[in-house]
């Protein structure tokens, strides 16, 4: 990750470089952060520092692979830090995508909505290859058929649109 | 009796039909009016890095709702979180409709049933509770429902910790340490209100039963047959 992506984390989250130089390093975040439930033993507080200082962040970073937004590092910041959403947007400048949360937005793309059965059928070959089809008995409830409904969109999709990003950082 | 504009989100029209169901008829029981606002798009759940471009395709559905309503059911909280962040003004009142109950009106409803003898665990999960300024007003609702019809609550200290809903797909061996880790440490039925929650729980969960709060409150009144 170069210092280009480095601005592109800054513009797509919002905040600015000096909004992480208030990081009091207290690692609270650490301290409840749900990857270290996975004894996966990550900091988030030292992602904020590689971000404010340029420095580089490794692709298989387990925080960026494992983060499940649950904004518990949010809640317990003294500065209320959203770095879930940091880590969202260091995932994808790095390109760390799976086929699921691409299929996920093809279909806001088409439809304007998930269509749970295209995406379904866009990640059939690692639904299967994962193990997955051991809980299809448990999931039967979910099952259910409906059509596609392509919504009208006020703005056009991300593909065709503009960047425009805001230029006032966070409050 | 209130009239609110209706967003259920993608997963309601799908996996979580079920909610979904369960809301409008728990909505029409306490003699409210829902309506869907007229071609609402996906509100991008946690799949946006930029967060620009979240915002501006969460608050697209806020653009299709002007001048139709002010206030807005949201059941999903992912779309819950993603409508209250494309609105920071609070140009809208984005409600749960957990925010529509209360001991008050729930003392109100018709009672066929009561929940004495079972044991409950209500569960949030994280996008009802957090980040802070987004998060439903009574963070014990759950509990006051199951109390106010005779149920035993457990499980406190696990009621907003993360189940890796969202990591189901990505990396499910996750999603299982964190959620058995929730199990483990709770008893009774698993209440919940969250499409991911209801997923992740119901795939691991062991002889223990998943529920959504809605399915609760239609047994109590009569109208589902079994928990």
């Known amino acids: 990750m170069n210092k280009r992506d480095h601005e592109i984390v800054f513009k797509h989250t919002g905040y600015r470089r000096e909004d992480f130089s208030v990081c009091l390093g207290c690692k609270i975040c650490a301290s409840v952060c749900t990857v270290n439930d996975l004894t996966l033993n990550v900091n988030p507080q030292e992602l904020l520092m590689k971000l404010f200082v340029g420095e580089k962040i490794e692709e298989d970073h387990p925080l960026v692979r494992y983060c499940t937004s649950c904004y518990r590092c949010t809640a317990a910041c003294p500065w209320q830090i959203r770095i879930p959403e940091v880590v969202r947007a260091v995932k994808e400048s790095l390109g760390m995508e799976s086929r699921f949360e691409k299929a996920f937005k093809r279909s806001l793309d088409i439809w304007g909505r998930v269509y749970e059965p295209f995406v379904v059928a866009m990640t059939a070959l690692d639904l299967l290859k994962g193990g997955y089809i051991k809980y299809m008995p448990k999931w039967m409830g979910y099952a259910g058929f409906h059509l596609p409904h392509k919504v009208k969109r006020l703005k056009p999709s991300n593909a065709s649109k503009g960047s425009n990003p805001s230029e006032e950082g966070r409050s | ?227």
């Open chain 2, 1 to 227: 009796m209130m009239e609110y504009g209706y967003y259920p989100g993608c997963s309601l029209t799908g996996s979580a039909k079920r909610l979904d169901q369960g809301v409008r008829q728990l909505c029409k029981k306490l003699g409210h009016s829902l309506t869907e606002i007229p071609d609402w798009n996906c509100c991008g759940a946690l799949e946006y890095g930029d967060r620009n471009e979240l915002v501006s395709i969460s608050g697209e559905n806020l653009e299709k709702a002007r001048g139709m309503c002010k206030e807005i059911v949201v059941p999903c909280p992912a779309c819950y979180k993603n409508l209250k962040d494309a609105d920071p003004d609070r140009s809208f009142n984005i409600l749960s409709p957990l925010e529509l109950l209360s001991t008050g009106n729930l003392s109100q409803i018709e009672q066929k049933r009561d929940l004495k003898g079972q044991v409950f665990f209500p569960y949030y999960g994280c996008l009802l509770m957090r980040p802070e300024e987004n998060s439903i007003k009574n963070r014990n609702i759950m509990e006051d429902v199951i109390s106010v019809f005779g149920g035993d609550v457990d499980g406190e200290k696990m009621k907003d910790r993360c189940c890796g809903g969202n990591q189901l797909f990505l990396n499910k061996w996750a999603t299982e340490k964190l959620s058995t880790l929730i199990l483990g440490k709770t008893k009774g039925t698993v209440v919940v209100f969250c499409p991911f929650c209801h997923m992740a729980m119901q795939t691991f969960a062991v002889g223990r039963k998943v529920i959504y709060l809605t399915d609760l409150l239609l047994y109590v009144m009569g109208e589902n047959k079994s928990l």
